[in-house]
């Protein structure tokens, strides 16, 4: 009993690291890639750790290609569409979990029912919309769009804010605190873990955004990093390693945002059941 | 949801003294709250939402003024071959990666059900692919699935010998479409992990205990306790991962860019071109449409069929 009980402990772990194998691969031999020379980025047999090894890539890609500035574009964008999803996200979810208003329940299914919409049925007039409002081409109109999906984080907050006791409020209130301040000082950071778990999700959604940025943006100097990514494998026949180089540089953070907050993402993904 | 909600009242007889104006005070307040976020939905939600349906009844490309043309759009799409073969694409990309995500997944939580050290480590890795961009690892399989010196082709042929020749991964319609829901499945299955730990952990341990002392082996408790009880877990996991193959769009857009022929267009991407490439901003809002009612429809009924079942 006691023997097969460790083959099986073992049988699963050479089944599970084959399979972490698979899952991380990808990623290595695309770091490995970024550190090679041109002429080396097709070798075969492929290596993952370059024979000689460069940095050649990194500095191209941020001396003739820009990327710093399209790494800017993209911390604007995502930082203050975040501030702003996180916001109003919360306004929304502290409403619908305290107030009672006329159309409470209609706004409530509105947004709701929204949340099965593809996001993409939505491009065109979307495009139309920030074409007549003068919203194309401008890192406002990014972060204006990115900003709509705070119903969706509502959704995420409503349950913290209902779970908050009466008392506590109502003691707030007591004191002489308006309803705002207590929302500030009592509400919000009692909903912390929430919040947290909201801002992550805003923070990667704006950061890897592809489709309305590629449509919304056509001016290079406003290019955000997914769509300047895209714009180095469609320039003069896909210089592999500068595209690496690129994306490791885009993907680095938000990797590191979910190794470090994985404690709140996984369990904000499995209450919310949110897919990122 | 509405005794949650009463809000803050001091006494009894001031509430009702000052019943009428305290309500209209705390509507007044609430709806300070709501504007902001309420404001931001209306204008860049619910109003394309409406007026993409709008448009969909429009010849409209942004240069000559539109003309209503009524249900042309939609009846253009049912002979258009092209639209009929996105279609099919979509379908098979949500047939393999829906199913394979699911077993995939569940196979995965399964084996991270039980006290195993390195667990955490195992579920962090796992999910790697899900948060990283689209964009990234499109481009990676694009590289990894080269038709020439790629990574997967030199394994195959020279490091285990399993063809002879080269595979033209994308530039082949089967392949590319294979690549595409590889791609998928890969990206997405740690999200169906998570979910699936989360439904397996809710199940009682004290079940598993009374099954084995009655002599149940790990099929028996696999195959009678773990699969009904996650079976709602399961559906959801379902419903979400249909309404997302559906709109598959990024890969495809990225990994077969250069086909001239957009032999592997899927209905979003070609609805894309529609709109964006041949300015035909109303056929590509009926194409949307037409997904968008299909997926709905779709959410509705597996939900239905199912639960039925879960009652009984």
């Known amino acids: ?276 | 949801m509405q005794s949650s909600a009463s809000p803050a009242v001091p006494s009894g007889a001031t509430r009702r003294a000052f019943g009428r104006s305290r309500r209209a005070r705390q509507m007044m307040i609430a709806y300070l709250f709501i504007l902001p976020g309420t404001f931001l939905f209306v204008v860049w939600t619910l109003y394309p939402l409406l007026d993409a349906f709008r448009m969909s009844f429009y010849e409209w490309n942004l240069i000559k003024p539109s003309t209503f043309i009524g249900l042309d759009n939609y009846r253009r799409a049912l002979h258009d071959d092209v639209f009929w073969r996105s279609v099919r694409n979509t379908l098979f990309y949500v047939v393999v990666t829906v199913p394979g995500q699911m077993i995939l997944g569940l196979a995965i939580a399964l084996l991270l059900d039980s006290p195993l050290r390195g667990r955490t480590l195992y579920r962090t890795i796992y999910y790697i692919p899900v948060v990283t961009s689209w964009v990234v690892v499109s481009l990676i399989f694009t590289f990894l699935f080269n038709s020439q010196a790629g990574f997967v082709n030199w394994v195959l042929k020279d490091g285990l010998g399993v063809i002879d020749q080269n595979i033209r991964w994308l530039r082949d319609p089967l392949m590319a479409r294979i690549v595409i829901a590889i791609l998928g499945v890969w990206k997405g299955v740690g999200w169906t992990m998570v979910i699936f730990l989360a439904g397996l952990q809710s199940i009682p341990q004290s079940l598993y205990e009374a099954a084995t002392v009655d002599g149940a082996g790990t099929w028996r408790r696999l195959r009678d306790i773990t699969l009904p009880l996650i079976r709602n877990t399961a559906l959801f996991i379902l419903v979400i991962l249909t309404i997302g193959a559906f709109q598959v769009f990024i890969s495809v857009f990225i990994m077969t860019a250069d086909d001239p022929l957009n032999r592997n267009d899927v209905v979003l991407t070609y609805m894309y071109s529609n709109a964006f490439e041949f300015l035909d901003l109303g056929y590509g809002a009926a194409i949307a449409y037409m997904l968008a009612a299909l997926v709905f429809l779709l959410s509705v009924v597996q939900i239905r069929v199912l639960k039925r079942k879960v009652e009984y």
Do not use: C
């Not at chain 1, 691969?25 to 750790?49: D, N, Q, R």
């Not at chain 1, 409470?104 to 979307?126: A, C, D, E, K, N």
């Open chain 1, 1 to 276: 009993m006691r023997v097969s009980f460790r083959w099986t402990g073992l049988l699963r772990h050479l089944v599970l690291i084959a399979g972490a194998g698979i899952m991380l691969l990808p990623f290595l031999y695309m770091v490995g890639t970024s550190f090679k020379p041109h002429a080396f980025v097709m070798e075969l047999p492929p290596t993952f750790i370059p024979t000689n090894p460069t940095l050649d890539n990194y500095i191209d890609a941020f001396t003739s290609n820009r990327f710093g500035l399209y790494f800017l574009n993209s911390a604007i964008v995502a930082t203050s569409s975040t501030v702003v999803t996180v916001l109003l996200s919360a306004l929304l979810a502290y409403a619908f979990a305290r107030f009672e208003f006329p159309g409470r329940s209609l706004l409530y299914y509105l947004m709701l029912g929204t949340l099965m919409v593809p996001s993409l049925v939505l491009l065109i007039p979307q495009f139309v919309l920030a074409r007549d409002l003068h919203l194309l081409d401008s890192r406002l109109g990014l972060i204006v769009v990115y900003s709509a999906a705070a119903p969706f984080n509502m959704l995420l907050l409503r349950g913290f804010f209902e779970e908050i006791p009466q008392d506590l409020l109502d003691a707030s209130m007591m004191d002489g605190s308006g309803p705002f301040q207590t929302f500030w000082h009592i509400a919000l950071p009692l909903a912390k873990p929430a919040l947290a778990a909201v801002s992550i999700f805003a923070f990667l959604g704006s950061w890897d955004e592809f489709t309305w940025a590629f449509t919304a943006i056509t001016d290079q100097a406003k290019y955000t990093l997914p769509i300047a990514i895209r714009l180095f494998q469609q320039q003069h026949g896909t210089q592999w390693g500068l595209v690496f180089a690129a994306s490791t540089i885009a993907v680095l953070p938000t990797i590191l945002v979910f190794i470090l907050f994985q404690r709140h993402f996984i369990r904000g993904v499995m209450s919310g059941a949110v897919k990122g």
